[in-house]
């Protein structure tokens, strides 16, 4: 069994790719039966898998310290040399190959929509690919490193965090405002990245043919046969049967706390006598897990033994870690995927531990069942339906976890789904803002968000923290709108579908947990549609879908 930490890096020649894509294009387009066109197919899916791997060890350990300049610069190399990759001439020259019909034949015509979406998002516009990429990872480096000055102590984000949830309110507050104060200063550097980050996705989006931003992201996460209009008919629903639900919420954690009103400083705690914690650091948190996963399946055991007895699990605590943030990653090349986090002591903790794993086992399912790399990732609106259904199964797990504080757990977990769902909702409307208003200053975006916040938070005020929002403190911190433009919708359509899967859990776990995995082993072989039947799903987009998924919310949260 390997160490991740034995795992060799050897930065990509990228010249010398060029050229072999150049010969590849050569071969394809002179392939003469089907046999000799998928020998192209398949070795153009290795290379990129050799990319693929370059390209995210080094983004593993950049994440794992933010401080450490070597992986910091070969992260930058390779995510500069992945965008000035044209591979363009190759896909097409496959594409229009005569034996092509015979490779859908074999894969399904997802192929030619993933060659196509390759061809359309990643053409045009290189360098404009590339210093995105170098903003994006600027801002995480720099966010990672911010030091807040909280009672006389230079702190992570990450070491204050954890008091937001404090029963003692004057805590909770303090502790925003030093946050706030932190991220202000850094108000002139981060607020233009953001603005400089639109321009650059506006022309990478116009450079490509795409009338805007928002057109491109869609066909680059794979929305096909939807977009727009499903997305705002979604939103709207959001509005119309959530955010009610969650103001319901917001009024019964207000009484359970004895608050005269709600504000932003008060949003975090559950408890007059405190959240949930979990019971240990990360190795309490890996042996719990294990208990959980034995009582799965023997396959999910084996898998996750694997994951550990390979070091593939770094959740450990650091101040050079980006707080706020778990993530999966898949090293392919037959290796198991990698989960990051960066424990503050939370329940956040354990949510964002099973989350990310059940990524991991989406990833590890689908590359056991599948030849292609290119099969292998779920489209966006999918991919979080594994991650999202897997802190729900933890419920029957969670005194594993958190020791007397079960039940407080899957209480506050719960709602906090519903929260998500607001919340996330709420970020892509403002995405959808920036992106139709290209050029608007940072003040601006901010004015809007505000607007925005409290259209799906009528019954929370901004209170004690109202000064620092209206200069933009909380969007400062918002890496959804800086780092994952356009995907958190996604979490909010993989919650619709992880709840029903839920549901069914509660009914017959077994019925459940073969959705569950004939979904995951599908990987991205299939459209969206196609993926969420395999689970016998339907997309959360269609009319009702939203009411449908608040009903059952409602009844669960009458009787838990």
Known sequence: MYKFSDLQYKETDYQSLAKMILDLTEKAKKADSPSSLEEVLKIYDTEMEEVGYNYTLSYIHSSLDSSDTFWQEALQKESKGNAMLDTTPLLKAILENKYFSSLEEKYGPVLRDKLNKSISTGSKAQNERAEEGDLVSKYQREKAMVRINYKGKELSEGEVIPLFESPIREERIQSRKAVAKAFLEKKELFGSMLERLVSLRDTIAKENGFSNYLEYMDINYSRIGYGEKEMDAFVSEVKEYVVPVLSHIFEETRKRLGLEEMTVADISLMFVDGNAKPTGGADVLKEAAKKMYKALSPEMEAFFTGML????????????????????????????????????????????????????????????????????????????????????????????????????????????????????????????????????????????????????????????????????????????????????????????????????????????????????????????????????????????????????????????
């Open 309 to 560: 007895d390979s070091h593939s699990i770094d959740v450990d605590f650091s101040p050079n870690k980006v707080s706020g943030m778990g993530f999966c990653t898949d090293l392919k090349k037959g290796m198991y995927p990698f989960v990051f986090g960066n424990l503050d002591g939370t329940s956040w903790d354990v949510t964002v531990f099973t989350h990310e794993v059940g990524h991991a086992w989406q990833s590890y399912a689908s590359d056991q069942n599948l030849d292609l790399t290119l099969f292998r990732e779920m489209p966006l609106d999918a991919v979080e339906i594994p991650s999202k259904t897997m802190e729900l199964f933890s419920y029957p797990f969670a005194e594993e976890f958190f020791g007397k504080d079960g039940d407080k757990f899957r209480f506050a977990h719960f709602r906090n789904a519903v929260k998500e769902i607001v919340a996330y909702t709420s970020v892509h409307e403002l995405n959808t803002w920036i992106y139709t208003h290209v050029g608007a200053s940072f003040d601006e975006i901010n004015e809007k968000w505000m607007e925005i916040q409290s259209s799906y938070y009528p019954n929370v005020s901004y209170g004690e923290m109202e000064e620092e929002e209206k200069k933009g403190a909380s969007l400062l911190r918002n890496m959804g709108i800086f780092m994952f433009p356009r995907y958190l919708i996604s979490y909010v359509f993989s919650e619709m579908c992880a709840i029903d899967l839920f549901m069914e859990y509660l009914k017959d776990k077994d019925k459940a947990l073969d959705s569950y995995n004939r979904l995951c082993r599908v990987g991205g072989s299939k459209s969206y549609p196609e993926i969420l039947s395999a689970a016998g799903l339907e997309p959360s987009y269609n009319k009702g879908r939203v009411k449908n998924a608040m009903e059952k919310v409602k009844a669960y949260l009458e009787n838990n």
